[in-house]
Protein backbone atom coordinates (compact mmCIF):
# COMPACT_ATOMS: atom_id res chain seq x y z
CA UNK A 1 0.00 0.00 0.00
CA UNK A 2 1.30 3.28 -0.61
CA UNK A 3 -0.15 6.72 0.67
CA UNK A 4 -0.63 9.62 -1.50
CA UNK A 5 -1.39 13.48 -0.14
CA UNK A 6 -3.69 15.58 -1.91
CA UNK A 7 -4.22 19.25 -1.70
CA UNK A 8 -8.06 19.90 -1.33
CA UNK A 9 -9.56 23.58 -2.66
CA UNK A 10 -13.34 23.86 -2.84
CA UNK A 11 -14.25 26.34 -6.26
CA UNK A 12 -16.36 29.29 -4.70
CA UNK A 13 -17.77 29.45 -8.34
CA UNK A 14 -18.88 25.21 -8.96
CA UNK A 15 -18.91 24.65 -5.27
CA UNK A 16 -17.41 21.73 -6.15
CA UNK A 17 -14.36 20.18 -3.61
CA UNK A 18 -11.42 20.13 -6.15
CA UNK A 19 -8.60 18.09 -5.62
CA UNK A 20 -4.49 17.08 -6.61
CA UNK A 21 -1.42 15.15 -5.37
CA UNK A 22 1.47 17.31 -6.13
CA UNK A 23 4.36 16.45 -7.67
CA UNK A 24 2.09 13.44 -9.56
CA UNK A 25 1.26 14.47 -13.30
CA UNK A 26 -2.76 13.93 -14.02
CA UNK A 27 -3.17 12.99 -9.93
CA UNK A 28 -6.15 15.52 -10.02
CA UNK A 29 -9.95 15.33 -9.67
CA UNK A 30 -13.21 17.02 -8.36
CA UNK A 31 -16.26 15.99 -6.46
CA UNK A 32 -19.41 17.24 -5.05
CA UNK A 33 -18.54 16.00 -1.35
CA UNK A 34 -15.03 15.22 0.20
CA UNK A 35 -15.94 11.49 -0.11
CA UNK A 36 -16.81 11.16 -3.85
CA UNK A 37 -13.65 13.83 -4.25
CA UNK A 38 -11.70 11.14 -1.97
CA UNK A 39 -12.88 8.08 -4.07
CA UNK A 40 -12.03 9.99 -7.22
CA UNK A 41 -8.75 10.87 -6.60
CA UNK A 42 -8.34 7.14 -5.52
CA UNK A 43 -9.29 5.60 -8.95
CA UNK A 44 -7.11 8.21 -10.66
CA UNK A 45 -3.90 7.48 -8.61
CA UNK A 46 -4.79 3.62 -9.10
CA UNK A 47 -5.48 3.95 -12.95
CA UNK A 48 -2.09 5.75 -13.16
CA UNK A 49 -0.08 3.61 -11.40
CA UNK A 50 -0.80 1.30 -14.10
CA UNK A 51 1.40 3.15 -16.06
CA UNK A 52 5.04 1.89 -14.98
CA UNK A 53 6.80 4.78 -16.36
CA UNK A 54 5.19 7.23 -13.21
CA UNK A 55 7.89 9.40 -12.70
CA UNK A 56 7.31 12.06 -9.78
CA UNK A 57 8.19 15.75 -10.28
CA UNK A 58 8.32 16.81 -6.78
CA UNK A 59 8.45 15.44 -3.28
CA UNK A 60 5.47 16.84 -1.02
CA UNK A 61 6.82 18.50 2.38
CA UNK A 62 4.18 20.19 4.00
CA UNK A 63 1.96 23.57 3.74
CA UNK A 64 2.59 27.09 5.30
CA UNK A 65 1.19 29.86 6.48
CA UNK A 66 2.39 32.98 5.16
CA UNK A 67 1.22 36.46 7.46
CA UNK A 68 1.12 39.54 5.76
CA UNK A 69 0.56 43.37 6.66
Known amino acids: ?3 F ?3 VERDSDT ?10 PGAHSQ ?3 LDEL ?3 LREV ?3 LL ?6 FST ?3 GTQQIVVG
Do not use: K
Open 59 to 61: EFI
Open 38 to 40: HEN
Open 15 to 24: SLYVGYVPGF
Open 5 to 7: TAI
Open 1 to 3: MRT
Open 50 to 55: EDEQVV
Open 31 to 33: GET
Open 45 to 47: IEM
